[in-house]
């Protein structure tokens, strides 16, 4: 695992990729002047300003303005980082921008990387987005084609406009309606609403040993997987685990533990590696110390497995800042060239896949 995994991790292929921009010309005849076209993000105005709509999509990848939650080709939810044509943010245009993405063949479906679709209903219609600043609350208005779906796909619907919204730091809640009503259920599946979601729902939930529905506490690791056209991407997992554990030192240890065999997600690390210690400094950041015989001093750390405890510890603590020591070396740089074993912080945007 960790060879394969070091081979596809050069050039940190994680967390950052670098867009790839498309560009062309158009071509006319000798006695014709050449007029190329109008750049993608402008020919995008020119086209909403003309019909009030979105605009149709375009292969040309932007820099990325949104982290949107897409099922993949398993059928998990990954974060997705996406450049979508820019718009004010009157009216939080840019979050009504974000959900209408993850709408399936939507007007933005060009717009989202091979192996990634939408899981909210086909036609489905975002519209309203408001935040009450104080309690941190987003209030999201859908069409009533919304609530149109297949049933096996209800909690994941939840899971992806929750997760999606809340990547907004200032966001911690979502409050649902449909048509100018608040819906305190949803209609299939009947899972409750009249208390709004976060964070704390999970995602791509699944139980682990010695837990159950009804006895748990809940931790998020962050696994590996990878696209249709070879790129490395993460995904979250929230696994249910027996209560009465310090809440760091089990989601690591799960994520020591790897993926259940759920098919399209990869170990980040050995059996053999272990935690030593996860320390909390005073202004936040937390040390985390591991053992893995297999790695020389000196050598470079996959930043698979680095990026993995990154995301892992701060979304889990709250905590934005990590450090990494491994076998008692305080001086751990990836294989992307990242020195861990200074404070990291969680990146703003999480796998950008080239389109």
């Not at 899971?159 to 449909?178: H, R």
């Not at 020389?296 to 680095?306: C, M």
């Amino acid at each position: 695992m960790l060879k394969k995994m070091t081979i596809r991790n050069i050039s940190a292929a994680g967390l950052i990729v670098v867009p790839i921009i498309l560009s062309g010309c158009s071509g006319f005849s000798s006695q014709s002047m050449e007029i190329d076209p109008p750049p993608a993000q402008i020919e995008a105005e020119m086209l909403q300003s003309m019909n009030g709509s979105a605009p149709q999509a375009t292969k040309e990848q932007l820099t990325p303005t949104s982290t949107v939650y897409l099922a993949d080709q398993h059928g998990l939810l990954a974060p997705v980082s996406i450049g979508l044509p820019p718009m004010d943010n009157k009216d939080n245009m840019l979050m009504r921008q974000s959900l209408e993405a993850m709408v399936k063949d939507g007007p933005y479906a060009g717009y989202l990387p091979e192996g990634f679709s939408g899981v909210l209903p086909e036609g489905t219609e975002v519209k309203m987005v408001s935040v009450e600043k104080d309690s941190k609350l987003a209030v999201v208005e859908f069409s009533k084609s919304f609530t149109e779906y297949d049933a096996s796909n209800e909690r994941k619907m939840l899971e992806a406009v929750t997760w999606t919204l809340t990547s907004d730091p200032n966001i911690e809640q979502v409050q649902f309606w449909v048509e100018g009503k608040k819906i305190t259920e949803m209609p299939l599946n009947h899972t409750p609403l009249d208390q709004n979601l976060g964070r704390s729902m999970g995602i791509n939930l699944e139980k682990g040993d010695g837990a159950s529905y009804t006895h748990s506490s809940s931790v998020t690791m962050y696994f590996s997987s990878e696209s249709p056209a070879g790129i490395q991407y993460y995904v979250p997992i929230t696994r249910l685990v027996v209560p009465g554990q310090d809440t760091l030192h089990a989601a690591l240890s799960e994520l020591i533990r790897g993926p259940q065999p759920r098919g399209g997600l990869e170990s980040v690390m050995t059996t053999g590696t272990s935690l030593q210690s996860v320390k909390s400094a005073k202004d936040g950041t937390v040390t985390v110390s591991l053992k893995e015989d297999m790695f020389i001093k000196g050598e470079k750390v996959p930043s698979q497995l680095l990026q993995s405890v990154v995301l892992t510890v701060t979304e889990n603590s709250g905590n934005n800042k990590v450090i990494i020591q491994l076998n008692g070396d305080s001086n751990v740089i990836g294989d992307d060239n990242q020195n861990y074993s200074e404070p990291v912080s969680r990146p703003q945007y999480i796998n950008e896949i080239p389109l």
